[in-house]
């Protein structure tokens, strides 16, 4: 159903602007797995509320780490009680310690009074169109009542096996919720590297709303800092850390080349029996220094000689934009997401890819001896990193009158070339 803008008085002639003029938009995500939704949804508020849209921002998270991310100007973050996943990919309460269901009804009161007081022109709903646990489901109603908020659906690039993204979509009529409450579906990637609605076989009706933004890329800075001591820097990331136990063991017990250094950083969510096997594996190596969360890679990121990381989306747009030697262990289960990702982008010979179950000691140590072998073309060259400036462009649009969306511009790439790629997979 296509929402109008509609003002206070009823005329639905323009967006309504708060006193200062700036539009509003919220940002929702459910945050059960990590920080990477969040961190997507903050990158994206910091460009929505610069110049030129210079919009109110209010980003809605279901983690308490939000609160680690500084904030600019025109932004701030209301947190949800947090729901954790399981490896099974089940959902409980994290810490509150109330009923699952109970929890779900908290959340969803308090998005619908925030949004109610807020009041925003547009909704940027992350990953799930009915929420977690359809938490969603009283504030789409009342937003299609309300007739006034703009709703678009935020999907990163890959979700999923696509047998298990339409099994899921079925089982939670996500096609039909879609069709009935949002103006837009935003894909925060290139249908070039990997489409994902034609491979996910989504309905016509959704891809009607479909819009590929590119990757949403910050551009690299230029003031970070140098780390260099001497030696090659080698980088280790796990994410937020919650299934990264594995590679950081492997990492730690690896040998790093003669004169190098590393540093590992473990994330906010790796359970504290795995921290404590890492600060022993690492008790008598000086040259290995474990970090447990910086809130912005960046700096690490441009410092480093090579990278060994899993494959989430922030991780691997980050040092992409970089150009370092990188190698890919993803994560497999319970989604498959991050496989999917690296093998669309091996194929691009921009990232090398090691299966978790070959991630040993000795697989890591082999990778880090080779001469370091930057990607042999600029990721850019072949992959749409235009992803921030679109969705502000896309954005912008919403907020007009009479809402009509840019053309995506016709974006090319070299032809992939045929040289031999690094890949350690199972057979």
């Avoid at 460009?47 to 600019?72: H, N, Q, T």
């Avoid at 709903?125 to 937003?143: C, I, N, Q, W, Y």
């Avoid at 993204?165 to 925060?188: F, K, L, M, P, S």
């Avoid at 494959?311 to 980050?318: A, R, S």
């Amino acid at each position: 159903m296509r929402r109008t803008l509609v003002a206070l008085d009823g005329s639905g002639a323009s967006p309504r602007l708060p006193s200062d003029g700036a539009p509003r938009i919220a940002l929702y995500s459910h945050d059960t797995c990590g920080l990477g939704h969040l961190r997507r949804n903050l990158l994206m508020a910091e460009v929505l509320a610069a110049a030129p849209l210079g919009a109110r921002v209010l980003a809605i998270a279901g983690a308490a780490e939000a609160k680690l991310f500084p904030v600019s100007d025109g932004v701030d973050c209301l947190t949800l009680p947090a729901l954790a996943k399981g490896s099974d990919g089940s959902y409980h309460t994290r810490s509150l310690g109330v009923e699952l269901a109970e929890l779900i009804r908290i959340r969803s009161a308090t998005m619908r009074a925030a949004l109610k007081a807020f009041r925003p022109d547009v909704l940027v709903v992350d990953k799930v169109p009915r929420g977690a646990l359809g938490e969603l489901d009283p504030l789409l109603t009342e937003l299609e009542r309300g007739g006034r908020t703009r709703l678009v659906l935020g999907l990163r690039d890959v979700l999923d096996d696509p047998a298990m993204v339409r099994a899921e979509w079925q089982e939670g009529r996500y096609e039909e919720t879609i069709d009935r409450y949002y103006d837009a579906v935003w894909i925060y990637g290139d249908r070039d590297v990997y489409d994902l609605a034609e491979q996910c076989d989504l309905a016509a009706s959704v891809r009607r709303k479909v819009h590929y933004t590119g990757y949403l890329r910050r551009p690299p800075r230029g003031d970070v800092t140098s780390h260099a001591s001497g030696g090659p820097l080698i980088l280790c990331m796990v994410g937020g850390g919650q299934d990264g136990a594995s590679l950081a063991e492997s990492f730690a017990s690896a040998q790093l080349p003669v004169g190098a250094r590393a540093i590992m950083i473990t994330g906010p969510f790796m359970p504290e029996e795995s921290r404590r096997r890492i600060r022993e594996l690492c008790r008598n190596r000086v040259e290995l220094e474990v970090r447990e969360f910086v809130s912005d890679p960046d700096e690490l990121i441009a410092a480093a000689d090579r990278v060994i990381a899993m494959g989430g989306y922030n991780t691997v747009c980050e040092v992409l934009s970089h150009g370092k030697p990188f190698l890919v262990v993803p994560r497999v289960t319970p989604r498959k997401e991050q496989l999917i990702r690296a093998q669309c982008l091996r194929d691009l010979d921009l990232l090398e890819l090691c299966h978790p179950d070959l991630a040993s000691p000795g697989a890591l140590s082999e990778w880090m001896a080779k001469d370091p072998e930057p990607p042999t073309v600029d990721a850019s060259e072949r992959v749409d990193f235009g992803g921030l400036d679109r969705v502000r462009a896309l954005a912008a649009r919403l907020l007009a009158p009479q809402s009509t969306t840019p053309a995506r511009p016709p974006h090319t790439y070299a032809a992939a070339t045929t040289a031999r790629r690094t890949s350690f997979l199972p057979d």
